[in-house]
């Protein structure tokens, strides 16, 4: 069972940026594909980024060039810098973590409980 515990979220001013950060536990980290999605109130749950297990990135049209993910084997940790933040970013952030597949939301069987970002204008 995979734990998944995400931090850094908070308000921020547009063209500011954020780091967000996912200390996984009870797995072995470098075997999932892992993910940051967000969900902004009355909108579904959609992806930001995600990054395989080897390393390869995919990003939303929205948050490229913008947003970069990353991830330290060694720490179990994934990381989400989000530079040039807009209030369209605005939402709860979760971090999550796939076994197998990784750009279907259903692959995700993991999931951390969120955190806000607050981009103010």
């Known amino acids: 069972q995979v734990q998944l515990v995400e931090s850094g979220g908070g308000l921020v001013q547009a063209g500011g940026s954020l780091r967000l950060s996912c200390e996984a536990s009870g797995g072995t980290f470098s075997d999932y594909a892992m993910g940051w999605f967000r969900q902004a109130p009355g909108k579904q749950r959609g992806l930001v980024a995600t990054i395989r297990s080897g390393g390869v990135t995919y990003y939303a049209d929205s948050v490229k060039g913008r947003f970069t993910i990353s991830k330290d084997n060694a720490k179990n940790t994934v990381y989400l810098q989000m530079n040039s933040l807009k209030p369209e970013d605005t939402a709860v952030y979760y971090c999550?973590?796939?076994?197998?597949?990784?750009?279907?939301?259903?692959?995700?069987?993991?999931w951390g409980q969120g955190t806000q970002v607050t981009v103010s204008s």
């Open positions: 999550a973590a796939a076994r197998y597949g990784w750009l279907s939301p259903n692959a995700y069987g993991y």
